[in-house]
């Protein structure tokens, strides 16, 4: 075996290694090239740009010719790009060409570093949340990262001194470490655990939790790409189309070209609107409807339409044959930026709604903003509700835009609308990444306005308000109640009310709401805990707080001033 004469330094974004790997290699007297800049050169465009038009899987296989390129290569540093040792051929071809240093920091360190950064420069932690995101992907990558020659943290060293370190271990163990028996068998094995690598060219956002990685297609139009993402997602052959008869008349068609453009062989059900389709009875409808078609594991479900479609067939896909894969399609602003992101699935039972479900994150969303055009008003001003409180509880900048252009998107502006669907799926995706199942983490953020908006809802039989504008009127209880609290500016309370009443939304409940039925429902609600009722308010934009500390008299008086 020759003398090692090449170093890869390996390791998270942020850890320095390109900055690392110049001044190596100006010690060495050798040559330094980063692997991402290789790539992007080679493509033409920006990380970020192959990310979106190509996907990950793309890039990893771009990332994989560079390292071919590279391999004859003497005296060079290469810096890896954060992901380059994913691919089992990619990490082979670095191993077996040189000694591999790993730089690790903390997931403090690291997310202070990138702060600095332009956010757009880093497709993989491009989110409102980046500490949260560093921490996951490191959570994936840490087995990768353990293969390594040599590993340093960088945490309170600077980079001449990382540099330092990096050339003391090559001079002093570098041969010792390249000629170990068994060094490229260890250092190249597969992990037992992986990060995915998602196959998902033009995503808007790709969904990660604990369960199931998977994308969001977000577009005008999108309708046309179906197929594909179903194809892309499931590998299914056969789609079994889920609608209501209302959204199949205007939009079934379109699903189903799109679906067989693909080469997908499509069965549709359309069963009728309303929240009381949403039922056991209905379930077993479609059950005997899949078993009549003789539908297998690998086949799809597709639930095109609002919250209805979504939450009953995504119950249906989780329980039939233990399991089919699910896209969801939303067809409304609601289900696009709320329900269809998460994987809440369930039906109503003995009058009770959503008691019966599951958990079941689909393989896919697909919203094609264009389908807002045949909603009902009222439909499309309800989901101007979550659009709201997304803007006030995570994005700083968002208020700012709705305020500025709340009329153009309420007039379905094609690239504004598809904006900020965007920016709130990525929004509602950052948080169910952090908080699958709702386990008392920051997905209680999403709550806000929902304490008193889920009461008004029940206190009038789910007919006097839709959800939307139940949480519209919670979000003013909770921001009044913040004030009187001390904890919300008075400013943000004016400033929310504003835009709840530009948007059409209702600012308290209607006229005659039982108030000993709204008491009894803040009772039943699922935010109390050990007796004690937990209430999302606001210290700022984009500073949601959990406070448990509400007084009884306080919410009875807020809620005697709204009704009054």
Not at 121 to 128: E, G
Not at 181 to 206: H, K
Request: net charge neutral.
């Amino acid at each position: 075996m020759s003398a090692c004469r090449r170093l890869t330094i390996t390791g998270f974004m942020g850890t320095g290694k390109s900055t690392v790997a110049r001044l190596v290699a100006k010690r060495l007297g050798w040559d330094a090239v980063d692997s991402d800049d290789l790539v992007t050169q080679a493509a033409g465009k920006g990380m970020d740009r192959i990310f979106h038009e190509e996907g990950e899987a793309a890039m990893r296989g771009r990332e994989l010719e560079v390292f071919r390129a590279l391999a004859s290569r003497q005296d060079v540093v290469v810096s890896a790009g954060g992901g380059a040792m994913l691919l089992e051929e990619t990490r082979r071809l670095i191993v077996e060409s040189g000694l591999v240093v790993c730089l690790t920091a903390s997931p403090d360190t690291i997310t202070v570093r990138l702060d600095a950064e332009q956010a757009s420069a880093r497709p993989m932690i491009a989110t409102w949340e980046r500490g949260a995101r560093v921490r996951r992907l490191l959570d994936q990558r840490a087995a990768v990262y353990d293969l390594a020659d040599f590993t340093i943290a960088t945490d309170v060293l600077s980079p001449e001194e990382v540099a330092e370190e990096v050339v003391r271990l090559f001079r002093t163990y570098g041969e010792r470490a390249w000629r170990r028996p068994g060094r490229v068998e260890e250092l190249t094995r597969t992990p037992s655990i992986l990060p995915p690598i998602v196959d998902a060219p033009g995503a808007a956002v790709i969904v990660r939790t604990p369960s199931a990685d998977y994308p969001v297609y977000v577009g005008w139009g999108e309708l046309e790409r179906l197929g594909e993402h179903v194809r892309r997602a499931t590998g299914s052959r056969r789609a079994f189309l889920v609608s209501d008869q209302s959204v199949m008349r205007h939009w079934g068609e379109v699903a189903l070209a799109g679906l067989r453009a693909a080469g997908l062989e499509t069965v549709a059900s359309a069963l009728p609107p309303g929240d009381g389709t949403k039922s056991l009875a209905s379930a077993g409808k479609l059950y005997g409807w899949l078993a009549e078609h003789r539908a297998e594991r690998k086949d799809s479900i597709v639930a095109l339409g609002g919250g209805m479609v979504g939450d009953l067939a995504g119950f249906v896909a989780a329980t039939y044959m233990r399991g089919v894969p699910v896209v969801q399609v939303p067809t409304t602003l609601l289900g696009m930026v709320d329900a269809s992101i998460g994987g809440k699935t369930a039906v109503n039972h003995a009058g009770i709604k959503n008691i019966v479900g599951a958990f079941y994150q689909p393989r896919a969303v697909v919203a094609d903003a264009a389908t807002l055009k045949t909603l009902p008003r009222r439909e499309l001003v309800e989901g101007m509700g979550e659009v709201i409180k997304h803007a006030l509880i995570a994005d700083a900048s968002l208020p700012d835009l709705l305020e500025a252009r709340l009329e153009d998107l309420l007039a379905l502006d094609q690239a504004l609308t598809t904006d900020v669907v965007s920016r709130n799926i990525q929004i509602k995706a950052s948080i169910v990444s952090r908080d699958e199942r709702e386990t008392g983490g920051v997905r209680e953020f999403l709550n806000y306005g929902h304490t008193l908006g889920h009461a008004f809802e029940a206190a009038g039989d789910y007919q006097a308000l839709l959800h939307g504008e139940a949480v519209a009127a919670g979000m003013m209880a909770a921001a009044t109640i913040g004030v009187r609290m001390g904890v919300t500016p008075s400013g943000l309370l004016e400033r929310q009310r504003r835009l709840i009443e530009r948007a059409g939304l209702p600012l308290r409940p209607p006229p005659g709401l039982d108030a000993g039925r709204v008491r009894e429902a803040l009772a039943l609600d699922k935010k109390v805990v050990s007796g004690t009722q937990r209430w999302v308010l606001l210290e700022d934009v984009g500073r949601p707080v959990i406070r448990d500390d509400v007084p009884t008299g306080l919410v009875e008086e807020v809620l005697r001033q709204l009704n009054g």
